[in-house]
Nanobody, 123 residues
């Protein structure tokens, strides 16, 4: 059973930074593409970024391009999302997910999901 656990969320002021971690267990993360998604109150879940296994191809949502960086360290079965220049509209619960797919922001391509970590951007 593949399990994913997110960490690193919290409260940050606009313009600040956070680094989220997604730790994979039960199976090597190197077998999976890992995606980050978020869901704000009253809104649908949306894809933020994704990184494939193998070549590590990446995809970003337009609104986070240039501010967020996704990376992976399969030696420790962890994928990271470095979030810089955070804005109030980035406030959401952030989820990571694993799937056997190319890097994609389509949530139906992912089979395993974490429980989420809250990110709040506010002054």
């Amino acid at each position: 059973q593949v399990q994913l656990v997110e960490s690193g969320g919290g409260l940050v002021q606009p313009g600040g930074s956070l680094r989220l971690s997604c730790e994979v267990s039960g199976f090597s993360s190197s077998f999976y593409t890992i995606g980050w998604f978020r869901q704000a109150p009253g809104k649908e879940r949306e894809g933020v970024s994704s990184i494939s296994n193998g070549r590590g191809n990446t995809v970003y949502q337009d609104s986070v391009m240039g501010r967020f960086i996704i990376s992976r360290d399969d030696a420790v079965d962890t994928v990271y999302l470095q979030m810089n220049d955070l804005k109030p509209e980035d406030t959401a619960v952030y989820y990571c997910a694993a799937g056997v797919t190319v890097a994609t922001l389509r949530d139906d391509r992912y089979d395993f999901w974490g429980q989420g970590t809250q990110v709040t951007v506010s002054s």
